[in-house]
């Protein structure tokens, strides 16, 4: 393709009828001249970039993102709060429960040859006098 | 007559790379990356701007048509086949946006600038004159829009059927095409002006 300058004023290429000069002044009267010059380009990017942004779809995360700033703080606080409950609740006092050692005298007792009904009773013994230290009853 | 001369590469050539360059911001665009897509307003709002004059016929509107065509190319980014330039594509949204834009607004504009009317030669008297211009105007009226585009870019902005061709994604051969039909409406709805010139 051969592309040259005219002297009428801009390029051609080889396969294009020349210009009509009256129809081309007439148009331009008509159509004007696009006003390139009075356009702030960097004002026009600028707003399309703005608009752009704006019409993109939010995304699930960004949801989280708007609450982390509120959340992370609240989290701590409610954290705080509730470390400071448990610490100034007076614990109960402990029980002591004797079923881990009657269980293991039954099993010796049944190991060292005794008889397993024997072993049996001295185990729910065991439960028994738990259970009622546990109810804190008289003995 | 002025040679311009040899360029860097072919036509074809800077054509691909165009395509290619405009295809991996395309990518980057859908792929959430705003700024890629400021690099094609950046690249591309000119021959927007100006497409968009040539339609809607004054600044603020060709300005607004060019961020509304803009904004409807990103949103319809994922449809955007980048096999093919992005240019184009933008152009033919300008185009179609400011058709309608045209038709909706009734009557607020297109004034042509005054500088240019000035500049104008003025062999005719006023009336004779302001009659074949609104001739003109009823002339292109009854072009459609790519034809009233072309001609006007060929005859006024002094564009080759190849830029055209470019612009519009269509072959210079059917840009002449459509320049000859235009010229031919246009040229006889002035007959009766200029039937007494040689």
Same mark, same amino acid.
């Given at each position: 393709? #051969?592309?040259? %300058?005219?002297?009428?004023?801009?390029?051609?290429?080889?396969?294009?009828?020349?210009?009509?000069?009256? %129809?081309?002044?007439?148009?331009?009267?008509?159509?004007?001249?696009?006003?390139?010059?009075?356009?702030?380009?960097?004002?026009?990017?600028?707003?399309?970039?703005?608009?752009?942004?704006?019409?993109?779809?939010?995304?699930?995360?960004?949801?989280?993102?708007?609450?982390?700033?509120?959340?992370?703080?609240?989290?701590?606080?409610?954290?705080?709060?509730?470390?400071?409950?448990?610490?100034?609740?007076?614990?109960?006092?402990?029980?002591?429960?004797? #079923?881990?050692?009657?269980?293991?005298?039954?099993?010796?007792?049944?190991?060292?040859?005794?008889?397993?009904?024997?072993?049996?009773?001295?185990? #729910?013994?065991?439960?028994?006098?738990?259970?009622?230290?546990? %109810?804190?009853?008289?003995? | 007559?002025?040679?311009?001369?040899?360029?860097?590469?072919?036509?074809?050539?800077?054509?691909?790379?165009?395509?290619?360059?405009?295809?991996?911001?395309?990518?980057?665009?859908?792929?959430?990356?705003? *700024?890629?897509?400021?690099?094609?307003?950046?690249?591309?709002?000119?021959?927007?701007?100006? $497409?968009?004059?040539?339609?809607?016929?004054?600044?603020?509107?060709?300005?607004?048509?060019?961020?509304?065509?803009?904004?409807?190319?990103?949103?319809?980014?994922?449809?955007?086949?980048?096999?093919?330039?992005?240019?184009?594509?933008?152009?033919?949204?300008? $185009?179609?946006?400011?058709?309608?834009?045209?038709?909706?607004?009734?009557?607020?504009?297109?004034?042509?600038?005054?500088?240019?009317? *000035?500049?104008?030669?003025?062999?005719?008297?006023? *009336?004779?004159?302001?009659?074949?211009?609104?001739?003109?105007? =009823?002339?292109?009226?009854?072009?459609?829009?790519?034809?009233?585009?072309?001609?006007?870019?060929?005859?006024?902005?002094?564009?080759?059927?190849?830029?055209?061709?470019?612009?519009?994604?269509?072959?210079?051969?059917?840009?002449?095409?459509?320049?000859?039909?235009?010229? =031919?409406?246009?040229?006889?709805?002035?007959?009766?002006?200029?039937?007494?010139?040689?």
């Amino acid at each position: 393709m #051969t592309e040259r %300058l005219t002297d009428r004023g801009g390029p051609f290429d080889a396969g294009d009828p020349p210009r009509d000069a009256p %129809l081309g002044a007439l148009l331009r009267e008509a159509v004007g001249t696009p006003p390139s010059d009075e356009v702030d380009w960097a004002g026009l990017a600028s707003r399309i970039g703005i608009a752009i942004r704006a019409s993109r779809p939010t995304p699930w995360w960004s949801y989280a993102e708007r609450w982390q700033r509120r959340a992370v703080p609240l989290a701590l606080a409610a954290g705080l709060i509730g470390a400071l409950t448990i610490w100034s609740t007076p614990s109960p006092a402990p029980v002591e429960v004797a #079923t881990g050692a009657g269980a293991a005298d039954a099993v010796s007792s049944v190991l060292a040859g005794g008889s397993s009904a024997d072993a049996a009773g001295s185990f #729910t013994r065991s439960i028994a006098g738990a259970a009622d230290v546990g %109810l804190g009853a008289p003995e | 007559m002025i040679d311009t001369g040899p360029r860097g590469g072919s036509p074809d050539d800077e054509r691909r790379e165009a395509i290619a360059r405009d295809a991996a911001l395309v990518r980057r665009a859908q792929g959430g990356d705003t *700024s890629a897509f400021d690099v094609l307003v950046n690249a591309y709002m000119r021959q927007a701007f100006q $497409m968009a004059y040539r339609v809607v016929g004054h600044r603020e509107d060709a300005e607004d048509l060019v961020q509304e065509s803009f904004l409807a190319a990103y949103q319809y980014l994922e449809s955007f086949d980048v096999e093919r330039p992005f240019g184009p594509w933008l152009n033919r949204i300008v $185009m179609n946006r400011g058709a309608n834009l045209r038709r909706a607004r009734t009557r607020r504009q297109t004034e042509p600038e005054t500088d240019t009317v *000035s500049q104008a030669p003025s062999a005719l008297d006023d *009336s004779t004159r302001r009659e074949e211009r609104e001739q003109l105007q =009823r002339a292109l009226g009854t072009l459609n829009e790519r034809q009233r585009l072309i001609v006007t870019l060929f005859e006024v902005d002094g564009r080759t059927s190849t830029e055209i061709g470019a612009m519009l994604e269509l072959a210079p051969g059917t840009v002449r095409w459509h320049l000859h039909e235009a010229r =031919r409406v246009l040229r006889d709805a002035l007959r009766r002006f200029h039937e007494d010139e040689p």
